[in-house]
């Protein structure tokens, strides 16, 4: 059969897309502002404002994967396969956009006049041409000749350091990913010494604190390339120390970050971060958690007491970034929160038990999870543990700021998880490619159907998304963190809803062996569901923090 005589759409064609749905978005975000009164309002219009917050993503992405698109050209290293694929993804992305806010109109107080002001009936014609499927199969043919390889260009010390991590991710990571998997096994020592002689632990701490301050896009690159090989055994790692190292670099006393940074940087110490409670997750303000001040054998410092969940890395562990309330008025909210550095031995196991010498405990129990293994998340109890004053993150000028430091830390540990998803849709991309071509039914290679093609196509086409927003945001952050913050909110939204997406595509593609623990496409599918989760659950990105920046204006 010929193929379709649709032509492959040009990037200025998936740019004249993005401008309509630019222009929709402006439109919607705008009606949105008033009828929320600056984002005051906000749920009281959640579903609403769940819609603007996605569609603005949306748009977001395939603005920025066109502008990726746009600058290879210009540099003479781009090729017609990704400016297909950048176009096409543009103008499906855009396309979605207008659904969105079609289906809000009303809400909006918006006409279908407006809507087509925006966007109109030769603009969705022209989506239906720039993303017809003919097209996609061609850049699934192209996925699968590549056996689904990033090769994207990238600058050469951003290349090198990218090639460095595969490499060491190929070699030392992935052979071990499903045993760690499957027996629900702790990461390996030699994981944590080698990434440290490599220096991952260091790279967003500065080179006066032992540190080597390589940018943004080198920690995403690295977590994505650890993430690709395994998840839970190497692509959460670096996240941790990172999410102290900000709260230290925005917040810390220089003794502090004398004393903390080096042996973070060397990976002498690491870190579990601990915020959630049992009955506490995104309403961080309302944490019971207490500590107050105590001197023990003659020590100043506080005692901790209280239950938290969720602690990942908890066990193995030499210290947890601890956020505690330290003034006990609950209406105080937030500006009642301190964070601590609380030294702890570490443990290999699924459950621990410390006791410090003047009675204080902490014990801690790996929650068991279908996915995300090798970590273990730790549901902890402290009761009049001992943190030493100096422990309390900026000291006394610290107190009652902990919220805001880990809040800053979060935002980093948001764009850190948008590089995570790009990982796992790049890992469940390959394996995906190497499955269809091997197999054979009805006489042929599955990777010969349309139908087959096709959904390669999307997949590589939603990872190129999420690549380019997730990218863009980790060079928003070296120029503003503050700023970039919802950018990154964006990035860790889309890239993780699209690990989900094509982790479970990648599975059907398998058929029934994609059910089955001997393939990785299965570990894939379990460990992408937790993207959505941690470090920000969906609903709350959508709403305090994408839309309220959205409609704030």
Not at 105 to 112: Q, S
Not at 183 to 191: I, S, T, Y
Not at 448 to 471: I, S, V
Not at 506 to 533: C, F, K, N
Request: aromatic content about 6%; overall charge negative.
């Amino acid at each position: 059969m010929s193929e379709s005589p649709i032509p492959h759409p040009t990037l200025a064609d998936g740019a004249s897309l993005v401008d309509a749905a630019e222009r929709l978005v402006g439109r919607a975000l705008e009606q949105g502002r008033e009828i929320t009164n600056g984002g005051r309002t906000i749920d009281d219009h959640q579903v609403l404002v769940e819609r603007l917050a996605y569609a603005a993503t949306e748009v977001r992405a395939a603005r920025e994967l066109l502008s990726y698109a746009e600058l290879l050209s210009s540099q003479g290293r781009g090729d017609a396969i990704f400016e297909a694929t950048a176009a096409a993804e543009a103008a499906s992305l855009a396309g979605s956009v207008r659904d969105r806010i079609a289906w809000s109109l009303e809400d909006l107080l918006l006409t279908e006049d407006d809507l087509e002001a925006a966007f109109s009936a030769a603009d969705r014609k022209r989506v239906r041409r720039a993303a017809h499927e003919s097209i996609y199969r061609a850049i699934g043919r192209h996925t699968i000749e590549q056996r689904g390889q990033n090769h994207l260009p990238l600058d050469e010390t951003h290349e090198q350091i990218r090639e460095s991590v595969r490499e060491f991710a190929d070699a030392e990571v992935y052979p071990e990913a499903e045993r760690i998997h499957r027996n629900d096994d702790l990461v390996p020592e030699a994981f944590l010494e080698k990434m440290a002689e490599l220096g991952y632990f260091g790279m967003a701490i500065p080179e006066e604190y032992g540190g080597f301050e390589m940018g943004n896009l080198a920690m995403i690159l690295t977590t994505e390339e650890l993430s690709r090989a395994s998840l839970a055994a190497a692509g959460s790692l670096i996240t941790r120390p990172e999410i102290l190292t900000k709260a230290l670099l925005q917040g810390g006393t220089e003794e502090q970050k004398q004393e903390w940074l080096p042996k973070l940087a060397s990976g002498e110490v690491m870190v579990g971060v601990s915020v959630t409670e049992p009955d506490i997750g995104s309403d961080v303000g309302s944490l019971k958690c207490r500590a107050e001040r105590a001197t023990v054998d003659g020590v100043e410092g506080w005692v901790i007491n209280g239950p938290k969940s969720w602690c990942t890395f908890a066990g193995r562990a030499n210290v947890l970034a601890l956020l505690a309330r330290t003034d006990p008025d609950p209406s105080k909210g937030p500006k009642g929160l301190s964070l601590f550095i609380v030294p702890k031995d570490s443990f290999d196991g699924h459950d621990f038990e410390m006791k410090q010498p003047g009675g204080g405990r902490m014990a801690g129990k790996a929650d068991a999870t279908p996915g995300y293994r090798g970590m273990h998340s730790f549901t902890l109890n402290l009761e009049n543990y001992f943190v030493p004053a100096e422990n309390l993150v900026g000291m006394d000028g610290g107190e009652n700021r902990g919220f805001y430091l880990q809040m800053a830390g979060f935002a980093a540990g948001r764009l850190q998880t948008g590089g995570r998803g790009c990982g796992l849709s790049q890992a469940a991309l390959e394996k995906t490619c190497e499955y269809v071509v091997d197999r054979n039914q009805f006489d042929r290679s599955i990777a010969d159907f349309q139908l087959t093609q096709y959904t390669l196509g999307r997949m590589a086409a939603r990872t190129a998304a999420g690549r380019a927003l997730t990218y863009a945001a980790a060079h928003a952050f070296d120029e503003d963190e503050r700023a970039a913050a919802p950018l990154a909110a964006q990035a860790k939204l889309l890239a993780c809803d699209i690990a989900v997406e094509v982790t479970q595509q990648g599975q059907l593609m398998h058929g029934g062996w994609g059910y089955a623990e001997e393939y990785p496409i299965s570990r894939y599918v379990v460990d992408a569901t937790v993207l959505p989760i941690f470090e920000g659950v969906k609903p709350i990105l959508e709403l305090k923090v994408i839309g309220r920046a959205l409609l704030a204006g």
